[in-house]
């Protein structure tokens, strides 16, 4: 077989000017498993990958068999873009990837690593300092360096008779006029991605299918889903939801939650529990901290169904990653990182004071080594470093992973509402 490697760039919303883009989404939508593009659907995408201006990469087989599906479509596609990941106090850009797909009769010859090689490799020559996907399979990416970072949980409040609110809910609940939402989505979120470590960015074209405005399958707009906002004591728009209903369980799907502080959330979620005729909300990507369930008067009603993660970070920077966030102790340390692409690996001294690091390159003695997945798992401070180094993803003296575990740590979990 011959294999083209080819990488386009999207520089307009205009089909005209991408006359390849068809072909190419046809391939991710087979890779999916979805249905083949309407011209919805298609329109809509190339708005989105043109607010990113997205890159996309593909494979071309040049010879492929007759009656077999033509050269135009490739048998491998690769999406990438600029967006911004909240460090911990701080946004970085972020190489974000997306659309990882393999035709099946195609597998196993290497092309996802060339792919993901040459990817990261440019990356990192750009001066990008971390890389991001969200996972449909988590056997895929360690492989390639990333490390599962933000963790989600999908939950079931039930609520109805008996359910009850203790801690004090403040500000004021009020549905949200839905023509007005793509522009209240937008202030609520930057906010929300501004202050919330673990947030990805959101482009403008791709907010409605987050809030499901639009739905993401057929770029439709949905006439079910419904918005509420949360308003401070001082009157300051500062937290949203979004939600269907489902009748026939007496339920309603949350479908994205943005509160920009705690008092938001929980009078969201108290909000959301009075809904007449609603006895469980369902909400796929609550926080795997949540505090609601302490807010309750019976935390069993609060029940996690599954934990899965959601975000993955590829580590390409280590000194850029952990000078850029902050952290709440003081520290030394020399930390070595071993990366197996090449991309990463190096020594340095990290000295954290007044929440604010230094990372200078040395040749001295590590004391604590990280492969590169672990770096990424714990940058955002959700994994716990022992964890990691009771199974060798990281080695050293258990004083000194000790201090690195301390310096990592945040008060929080981190947190991120929007896959990609
Ligand atoms: C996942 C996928 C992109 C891999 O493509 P590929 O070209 O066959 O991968 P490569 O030949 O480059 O193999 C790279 C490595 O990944 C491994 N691998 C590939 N697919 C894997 C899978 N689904 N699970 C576990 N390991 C996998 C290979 O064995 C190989 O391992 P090695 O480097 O240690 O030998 C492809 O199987 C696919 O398109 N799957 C369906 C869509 C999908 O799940 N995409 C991921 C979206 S997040």
């Known amino acids: ?23 190419w989404l046809a391939a991710v939508q087979q890779g999916f498993h979805d249905a083949a593009a309407s011209e919805e659907l298609a329109a809509h995408q190339l ?64 092309i996802a690593r060339n792919l993901m090689q040459d990817s990261l490799t440019q990356a990192r020559g750009r001066g990008l300092a971390v890389a991001a996907l969200t996972a449909t399979e988590a056997t895929i990416y360690g492989r390639f360096g990333f490390g599962a970072a933000v963790f989600e949980d999908e939950i079931e409040l039930r609520v109805g008779s008996g359910f009850a609110v203790q801690t004090p809910v403040t500000g004021t609940c009020e549905y949200l006029d839905l023509a007005e939402l793509p522009s209240t989505a937008r202030v609520v979120f930057d906010e929300f991605h501004a202050t919330q470590t673990g947030s990805v960015s959101r482009s403008d074209p791709a907010m409605g299918v987050y809030t499901q405005q639009i739905n993401g399958e057929t770029r439709k707009p949905d006439p079910k889903t419904r918005a509420v906002g949360h308003w401070d004591d001082e009157g300051r728009l500062d937290g949203y939801a979004t939600w269907r209903a489902v009748p026939k369980d007496e339920a309603i799907q949350v479908l994205d939650f943005v509160p920009t502080n705690p008092a938001a959330s929980v009078a969201l979620w108290s909000f959301l529990a009075s809904l007449d005729l609603v006895r469980r909300i369902r909400f796929r990507r609550a926080r795997n901290d949540e505090h609601l369930p302490w807010a309750i008067n019976d935390r069993r009603r609060y029940i996690i169904k599954q934990h899965g993660d959601l975000l993955w970070l590829r580590i390409l920077d280590p000194a850029a990653c952990l000078t850029a966030r902050n952290y709440y102790a003081d520290g030394s340390l020399t930390l070595r990182v071993v990366d197996s692409m090449s991309i990463a690996d190096g020594t340095w001294r990290l000295d954290v004071s007044d929440g604010r690091a230094t990372c200078t390159p040395t040749d001295a003695t590590p004391e604590v080594e990280v492969d590169v997945a672990a770096l990424g798992s714990t940058l955002l401070g959700g994994v716990n470093i022992h964890a990691l180094a009771t199974v060798g993803h990281v080695r050293g003296h258990a004083e000194a992973i000790d201090r690195l575990g301390i310096l990592l740590r945040r008060r929080r979990e981190p947190w991120c509402i929007t896959p990609f």
């Open 1 to 23: 077989m011959n294999h083209e490697y080819r990488t386009h760039e999207v520089t307009s919303d205009q089909l005209v000017d991408h006359p390849w883009y068809l072909d």
């Open 47 to 110: 708005s989105i990958d043109a607010a990113h201006r997205a890159v996309m990469r593909g494979v071309w087989d040049t010879s492929p068999r007759p009656r077999a599906l033509p050269a135009s479509i490739p048998v491998a596609t690769f999406s990438e873009w600029k967006g911004t990941l909240n460090v911990g106090g701080a946004l970085i850009d972020c190489h974000q990837i997306s659309d990882v797909t393999v035709r099946a009769s195609h597998r196993r010859q290497g």
